[in-house]
């Protein structure tokens, strides 16, 4: 079974994506949309620096609160699972 495996990763053809293009402000975009600039291009060091320095510093009261509440329902459902005491040799038959 694992020889099939390996047969069929050593044969299998590598998927090459499409490229993606850039806006004006350096954000990824679609190629061929309107405001896409050709494959290839680069916006200036100077357009990247306006653009990190104009985010936000990092992540607001909404992002920690959403953060927060999903850990506290994933922390929840662990704690409401089934103790697990092993594996019994005598249960396999079941």
Do not use: N, Y
């Not at 994506?17 to 309107?34: L, N």
């Not at 990247?48 to 609160?65: F, K, N, Q, V, Y």
């Amino acid at each position: 079974m694992r020889a099939w495996m390996l047969i069929l990763a050593l044969l299998a053809t590598p998927v090459l994506a499409a490229p993606t293009c850039q806006d004006r402000q350096g954000g990824t975009i679609k190629c061929g949309v309107p405001g896409a600039m050709p494959v290839g291009w680069k916006p200036s060091p100077e357009q990247l620096w306006d653009r990190d320095i104009s985010r936000a510093p990092g992540p607001g009261t909404r992002e920690l609160l959403g953060a927060l509440g999903f850990l506290g329902l994933l922390f929840a459902l662990i704690a409401l699972m089934p103790d697990f005491d092993g594996w019994q040799d005598d249960r396999d038959e079941e």
